[in-house]
Every structure is written in structure tokens, then in C-alpha cells.
């Protein structure tokens, strides 16, 4: 029943899934595995470093919600950033494209569980390493960095998920989103919108933004169409 459902807002057929695709599934979940057990260690050797909650509560630190949102778009901008210039890089240069990052571009058609599936390297100074330093710039504390990296991990999966889910938070608040990041993973957007995970600014700043539309297929599920005239 759920799989059944989840045909109507494909943004590719499954059929497309299976045949398009470079890689099994089996291969992806033991890199996102891995890139994962990576991202926590590096996190606790983060924690332990900068100190704990407990000293925050010893020494009585309060942070207002004010504060907190402050932290949390400090964090946003600074993942935003050294991602878009990592991941275009990535891009133009041959070397490393072909040894590393085009091993993302493996999944041709996304889907949400692939959304961390990436060469070692490149989940270590890309998503990593912009965790570390959005954590560090914006000051936050270790339990409140918890729910932005939740925060920003599911936002993550769900530009990966391949579906034009209705009602969806994350397209209220950001031109980023599932269809937006599709363009990118297709041959002719792959030169563009490497914006991620949020906002789209460096891409319209840079010259690298490629805007689109959802339409219907008559077959189910919907389509992602390039605006051109902008």
C-alpha cells in the first residue's frame, strides 16, 4: 500500500530507478553506513575537545531562543557555503570528479536513503568537515547542535528522496528542494544548482542557478521541467 502511494509523486519512474542507476542499493547502505560511523566519531572527538553540557549547566549558560535562532542560521550559512564551493570543485576538476564525487553521481534517479552515499573522502571534507566548522563558527552547544544536524540531515534525505511529497515543510521555507536538487543529478543540470542543503543564494549569486517546474505525467507521478527564460 505505501510503495503504491508513493507512485504518485515520483519525480521518475521506478522502472528509470532500476535501470538508470549505477549502483546497488546494497552498496549504498553500506557507504552511507560508513560515512556515518565516520561522521560520529568525529563528532564525539568534537564534544570532547570543546567540552560538554554539563560544564554549560555548571557554569549556569543559558542561551535565549534569539540566541538560538542566531546559531542555528550562523550554522546554516557556513554548511551552505563550504559545501556549494566543495561540491562545485568537485565538478570542474576532471581529477577529482572521476575518482571521487562521481561516485554520488552514481544515482542517477536519487533516492532518500542515498542522500550520504559518497566517496570516503569526499564525506569527510564535505559533509564533515562543514559539520565541524558550522558547529564551531555559530557557537552552539553540543545538545543544541544535536537537533540542527537532525534537523539538517533529514532536510538532506529529503532533496534525495526522488519524490514531490504534498504538503512538505521544507518547500514552504526553501526554493532547495527534491525537484531542485534532481535538476543537479541529471546530465544536462549537472553543471548546476550545486547549492546544498538549504538555500539556493550562492547559485543565483555565482551563475550556476537552473530554476524549474513540477508538471503532471499522464502515467502518474510528476515531472521535472527546466525553466528556461529565467
Not at 91 to 106: A, D, E, P, V
Not at 172 to 180: G, I, K, P, R
Request: glycine fraction near 6%; hydrophobic fraction near 40%; proline fraction near 3%.
Amino acid at each position: 500500500m505505501l510503495f503504491g502511494t508513493q507512485e504518485k509523486y515520483r519525480l521518475h519512474t521506478k522502472q528509470d530507478e532500476d535501470e538508470k542507476n549505477l549502483v546497488s542499493k546494497a552498496n549504498v547502505i553500506k557507504g552511507v553506513l560508513f560515512h556515518q560511523a565516520v561522521q560520529a566519531s568525529v563528532t564525539m572527538i568534537i564534544f570532547t575537545v570543546t567540552g560538554s553540557d554539563a560544564a554549560c549547566v555548571a557554569n549556569n549558560v543559558k542561551h535565549s531562543i534569539f540566541e538560538l535562532v542566531r546559531q542555528f542560521f550562523m550554522a546554516m550559512v557556513v554548511l551552505d557555503t563550504w559545501q556549494y564551493f566543495i561540491h562545485r570543485y568537485l565538478h570542474q576538476n576532471k581529477f577529482l570528479y572521476r575518482r571521487i564525487h562521481s561516485q554520488h553521481h552514481r544515482l542517477v534517479v536519487p533516492y532518500a536513503f542515498g542522500a550520504l552515499y559518497s566517496h570516503p573522502l569526499e564525506g569527510l571534507f564535505g559533509d564533515t568537515m562543514s559539520g565541524a566548522l558550522a558547529f564551531l563558527i555559530s557557537g552552539m552547544s553540543p545538545r543544541d547542535s544535536i537537533f540542527f544536524f537532525s534537523f539538517a540531515t533529514i532536510k538532506t534525505v529529503d532533496d534525495h528522496c526522488g519524490l514531490w511529497l504534498p504538503v512538505n515543510f521544507f518547500h514552504v521555507f526553501f526554493q532547495n528542494n527534491s525537484a531542485y536538487h534532481n535538476v543537479h543529478h541529471q546530465l544536462y543540470g549537472s553543471k548546476y544548482n550545486y547549492s546544498q542543503p538549504f538555500f539556493v543564494v550562492w547559485d543565483k549569486i555565482l551563475g550556476t542557478y537552473m530554476p524549474c517546474s513540477i508538471k503532471k505525467r499522464e502515467n502518474g507521478g510528476f515531472e521535472v521541467k527546466v525553466v528556461k527564460d529565467e
